[in-house]
C-alpha cells in the first residue's frame, strides 16, 4: 500500500473514530467528573460572557492533536502520527462548524441547514439539552444520530412516552 493512501485512510478513519471518543467523553467526563466545566453549557444563566466554561474542552481535545503533530513531524519512526493528528483536526473542525457555529448560533455564519440529516441532528441536541442537570440525559454525539431523531419531535416524544 503507498503511503499516500496509508496516510488517507488514516486521516478519514481517525476522523470516524473520533465521533466515538466524543460520545464516550461527553457521556463519562462531561457528564462524570469534569461536569463542572460543562454545566455552564447546558444551564445558559450561568455564563459570563461569551465563553462559557465548557470551552476549556476545546483545548482538551486540541492537546492530543497537537502531540500527534509535533511526533508525527519530529520522530521519523512516528510519521503516521502526524495524520491521526489531521483526522482529529478535521473532526474538531467539524465539531465546532455543527456544535457551536450550526446548532448554538454562537457565530451567525450561517442560520438554517434544511435536511432530514441536520433536523434529526438539531433534534437530537435539543433532547441532550432538555436535561440540565448532570444525570438523564441522552443523545451525546453528534454526527452519528439516532434514527428516532429522523422523525418529527412529536413522533418521538409520543413513542418515549408510551414506552414509560
Given at each position: 500500500?503507498?503511503s499516500?493512501?496509508?496516510?488517507?485512510?488514516?486521516?478519514?478513519?481517525?476522523?470516524?473514530?473520533?465521533?466515538?471518543?466524543?460520545?464516550?467523553?461527553?457521556?463519562?467526563?462531561?457528564?462524570?467528573?469534569?461536569?463542572?466545566?460543562?454545566?455552564?453549557?447546558?444551564?445558559?444563566?450561568?455564563?459570563?460572557?461569551?465563553?462559557?466554561k465548557?470551552?476549556?474542552?476545546?483545548?482538551v481535545?486540541?492537546?492530543?492533536?497537537?502531540?500527534?503533530?509535533?511526533?508525527?513531524?519530529?520522530?521519523?519512526?512516528?510519521?503516521?502520527?502526524?495524520?491521526?493528528g489531521?483526522?482529529?483536526?478535521?473532526?474538531?473542525?467539524?465539531?465546532?462548524?455543527?456544535?457551536d457555529?450550526?446548532?448554538?448560533q454562537?457565530?451567525?455564519?450561517?442560520?438554517?441547514?434544511?435536511s432530514?440529516?441536520?433536523?434529526?441532528?438539531?433534534r437530537a441536541h435539543g433532547?441532550?439539552?432538555?436535561?440540565?442537570?448532570?444525570?438523564?440525559?441522552?443523545?451525546f454525539?453528534?454526527?452519528?444520530?439516532?434514527?428516532?431523531?429522523?422523525?418529527?419531535?412529536?413522533?418521538?416524544?409520543?413513542?418515549?412516552?408510551?414506552?414509560?
Amino acid at each position: 500500500m503507498s503511503s499516500v493512501v496509508l496516510y488517507t485512510i488514516t486521516i478519514f478513519a481517525t476522523a470516524f473514530l473520533m465521533e466515538f471518543v466524543a460520545y464516550f467523553s461527553h457521556k463519562y467526563l462531561m457528564h462524570g467528573w469534569l461536569w463542572s466545566w460543562h454545566e455552564d453549557h447546558h444551564n445558559p444563566k450561568m455564563k459570563e460572557g461569551f465563553f462559557e466554561k465548557n470551552d476549556l474542552f476545546f483545548l482538551v481535545f486540541a492537546i492530543p492533536s497537537m502531540a500527534c503533530y509535533f511526533l508525527g513531524s519530529f520522530v521519523p519512526s512516528l510519521r503516521i502520527l502526524f495524520f491521526v493528528g489531521i483526522g482529529i483536526s478535521i473532526y474538531g473542525l467539524i465539531y465546532f462548524l455543527i456544535h457551536d457555529v450550526y446548532i448554538h448560533q454562537r457565530f451567525k455564519w450561517f442560520r438554517q441547514l434544511d435536511s432530514k440529516y441536520s433536523r434529526a441532528i438539531l433534534r437530537a441536541h435539543g433532547d441532550h439539552h432538555s436535561v440540565t442537570i448532570k444525570e438523564g440525559a441522552t443523545s451525546f454525539g453528534l454526527l452519528i444520530v439516532a434514527n428516532k431523531y429522523f422523525k418529527k419531535r412529536s413522533a418521538w416524544k409520543k413513542e418515549k412516552s408510551l414506552n414509560k
